[in-house]
């Protein structure tokens, strides 16, 4: 075969032995697949899935590739159903004894001694030499929908919450301390590599005292929950007024009129522009609607000093009821700040960088939203909702006051490995998070903490019978996810070329009880059809599974460097709340002070909190043991199609328009690629009568990375750079051109379209080539078998 070695020497810090070991080190760090010469060796047709050492591959592509568009001999109509697996496929491709190395030693033997010595002799070590050899590896059960529910029926609602509450017990200790004791408890369920992966990194904390606000014209100072700074209470310092705050804010001290955007849009900005000279002043702003991170970009382009930032209460449902809380946002898009887009290891190079935005930006409550634009407190009149609005002719001064400190702390990953053994170097990560640095979000995260743990319990019982995963389940906590998700981000960036070569999916399992009202999951393109095969797999006796409908929109969450760095598809399940507003989007940033029963009130039988287990277990099992990974190529084609032909509208105001013929020929061409692909090669490889390991091996190169054509390379702040994933609910279109079109309206220039449609264009056809170059590579490699 013909490999390039690459430096083994270059392994990140904190990861696995799996990924250290003899085995794995051709597989996953020293070797490159030469596809062109691999094929033209003798002997490839008897290529065999050796178990444990099965040799990663990579992305084969031919190097003369016919670029004609290739029409379907016949497209399948709708979704493409998998075939049924065949239940004894592992046993089929079974490793090779290996041989003894002393029959060497006999033939020696056989020179210098007699015939009848040697006859004797040879009887005699010829029985323990056969003792010794190695035997066959016995194969393993094999997966199936019984074995998965068998797994899935250990995880019961009470044994969460009983982890649930032993969670709670923890003091308020720091992140490496909870972390220690997360580590202990999964590998007392017999996780067998268990580890605690540590980064110093600079986090933005609260000063000694709280943040203020101050209405100059009458004197009065506010705390940003509403309450009066000269009034005492019992706790005036208190961690949820301490917590009140914006990581990565601007420092200091700004006085200046008080200006109401309302939401921050375009829209909002040219009407506010058109009256008034908003330089220096602070912002009134409400959250919601796009992410916060683009609406600050917004607001410091256009000059402003400062922003008030609130949640309207029309935007919550109405079983919540937060008018009286301020909250905790962070202003960092993700990973550690001083180490951006490197990891925080031993000897890299860290910048100081306390402020991420020149902005002097503060949450406060909404009842103190309405004392700063006077008013009354009664804002609901006939059952229907009034939103906030400063009053045109109201001019208001204010003084804002915040001083927050930059420093820097350990956070902790928790980093637990259950080995497969057909596809060891294929990994896919189930994670949740922790949260030891403040009182903010407790419950969510002892919520994700105990369904994973419960889960990896069900697992390890499984186990201990003698199953195993066929590909590698990787289960993390993060630390650091509140101020920007810096544990994933770290350990992610710390092992970017590992886990570019090797993830497969992404699972996650943050804030999954946040309501309990409907189920609300979420997936790449490629996962939604599993997504919903799962619903029905688990939720036949469950009234709040069916009509749940799967989405691709941005989500909160460790997988956001999964999803826009690596290109990796991801899914996750939670309940909330049926949203009050169209608005209601991204108000998730806001991390509100969560009272300790809260978590058992949405959910005190804890069925929801299982529900979202089995959920979970349940996708997990499928992608760790399907032997063709079971994502699906045509939604992603289809995903596309319908996001242009939702765009094209709005780009008809455009001069030029000969993009958009364009665009939809170049979308037209990759669904007539991913229909033929996903027929003519998917079909035979998940028929057990046409499975071939080889076809098999080379699909599932082709289908881990079917997103990562999608990775755009210049996003506005707070965007996902993963174009196949929505704003909200209510958009089809790609995030990208939709932003480029209200930089159209802001600035009156036709630039920033024409670049985001190129990127869009690439991007697409990138993804197009993709598939073709998996097609040609099929064609030629298996046309002598045929």
């Not at 990861?15 to 003798?42: C, G």
């Not at 001694?113 to 016995?138: D, E, H, N």
């Not at 933005?204 to 203020?212: I, M, V, W």
């Amino acid at each position: 075969m013909a490999y390039h070695k690459v430096n083994a020497d270059q392994r990140a810090q904190g990861h696995s032995p799996y990924l250290d070991n003899d085995e794995l080190q051709a597989t996953a760090l020293e070797l490159e697949w030469d596809m062109e010469k691999e094929l033209e060796e003798p002997g490839f047709d008897h290529f065999r899935l050796d178990g444990a050492v099965q040799h990663h591959l990579g992305n084969s592509q031919s190097p003369d590739l016919d670029l004609e568009p290739i029409q379907p001999s016949s497209s399948p109509k709708g979704r493409f159903q998998r075939l049924q697996e065949d239940p004894d496929y592992v046993s089929h491709y079974t490793r090779q004894a290996p041989k003894s190395n002393r029959c060497g030693f006999f033939q020696i033997l056989k020179v210098f001694c007699t015939a009848l010595i040697l006859f004797i002799f040879g009887i005699v070590i010829g029985y323990y030499a056969r003792k010794k050899c190695s035997s066959p590896p016995t194969s393993q059960e094999p997966n199936n929908p019984h074995i998965y529910r068998e797994i899935l029926k250990e995880i019961k609602a009470d044994n969460i919450k009983q982890i649930y509450r032993d969670l709670l017990q923890f003091p308020r200790e720091n992140d490496v301390d909870i972390a220690t004791k997360i580590l202990v408890q999964w590998s007392s369920q017999g996780l067998e590599d268990v580890r605690l992966v540590n980064y110093s990194v600079l986090l933005d904390l609260p000063g000694s005292s709280s943040n203020t606000v101050t209405l100059k014209n009458s004197g009065e100072c506010f705390y940003p929950s509403g309450q009066q700074c000269d009034r005492e209470t019992k706790t005036p310092h208190s961690q949820d007024l301490l917590y009140s705050y914006a990581a990565y804010s601007a420092k200091g001290t700004l006085e200046a009129e008080l200006v109401d955007v309302q939401y921050g849009t375009v829209e909002d900005l040219i009407r506010i522009q058109a009256i008034t000279n908003v330089t220096k002043k602070i912002a009134l702003l409400k959250l919601g609607q796009s992410p916060l991170l683009y609406k600050l970009s917004l607001l410091e382009d256009a000059g402003f000093g400062g922003v008030l930032l609130y949640v309207d209460p029309c935007d919550l449902p109405k079983t919540t009821d937060l008018a009286d809380k301020a909250f905790m946002v962070s202003l960092n898009s993700g990973g550690d700040p001083s180490t951006p887009g490197y990891a925080s290891i031993d000897g890299s190079y860290r910048q100081y960088r306390p402020n991420l935005t020149t902005l002097l930006v503060q949450p406060i409550s909404a009842e103190l939203a309405k004392k700063l634009i006077s008013l009354p407190e009664d804002t609901v009149q006939k059952d229907r909702c009034i939103h906030l609005q400063l009053p045109a002719t109201d001019k208001k001064v204010i003084s804002l006051n915040i001083q927050s400190v930059a420093t820097y702390k350990t956070i902790s990953n928790v980093i637990g490995y259950l080995k497969g053994t057909v596809f060891p170097d294929r990994y896919i990560i189930v994670g949740s998070h922790h949260n030891g640095l403040n009182t903010y979000g407790r419950q969510e995260w002892a919520s994700s903490t105990a369904i994973i743990t419960a889960f990896i319990q069900a697992l390890m019982f499984k186990v201990g019978r003698g199953w195993r995963p066929d590909r590698t389940i990787v289960f993390c906590s993060w630390g650091g996810t509140s101020f920007g998700n810096i544990g994933s981000y770290e350990w992610a960036e710390d092992l970017k070329r590992v886990l570019q070569r090797n993830v497969v999916a992404y699972i996650s399992l943050h804030n999954p009880v946040k309501g309990n009202s409907a189920l609300h999951p979420v997936a790449s393109p490629s996962l939604q059809q599993l997504a919903a095969e799962s619903q029905s797999f688990n939720c036949v006796e469950e009234t709040r599974c069916p009509g749940s409908n799967v989405s691709s929109v941005q989500i909160q969450g460790d997988s956001d460097y999964f999803i826009n760095h690596l290109g990796v598809p991801a899914m996750q399940f939670s309940y909330e709340d049926i949203k009050a507003s169209e608005n209601s989007s991204f108000l998730f940033e806001a991390l509100f002070p969560v009272h300790t029963t809260k978590t058992e009130e949405l959910d005190p039988s804890f069925s929801l909190h299982e529900t979202i287990a089995k959920l979970t277990g349940q996708v997990t099992l499928q992608i760790a043991n399907e032997p063709v990974l079971p994502f699906n190529a045509l939604d992603i084609a289809l995903e596309v199609q319908n996001s242009l032909k939702a765009t094209a509208l709005l780009l008809l105001f455009l001069d030029d328009e000969g993009d958009i013929p364009q665009l939809l020929a170049v979308a037209s061409r990759l669904r007539d690629t991913a229909e033929l692909f996903q027929s003519d090669e998917m079909r035979p490889a998940n028929d057990p009568k046409e499975r071939d390991p080889m076809r098999v091996r080379m699909l599932n190169d082709v289908l881990q990375s079917l997103e990562k054509s999608f990775l755009v390379h210049r996003v506005p702040p707070g965007l996902y750079r993963n174009i196949l994933y929505r704003l909200d609910e209510r958009t089809r279109q790609f995030s990208v051109l939709l932003e480029a079109l209200e930089h159209c309206k802001l600035h009156q220039s036709n630039e920033t379209i024409q670049a985001a449609l190129s990127e869009v264009l690439n991007s697409i056809n990138s993804a197009q080539v993709y598939f073709k170059a998996g097609l040609d590579v099929f064609e030629t490699t298996l046309a002598g078998k045929k």
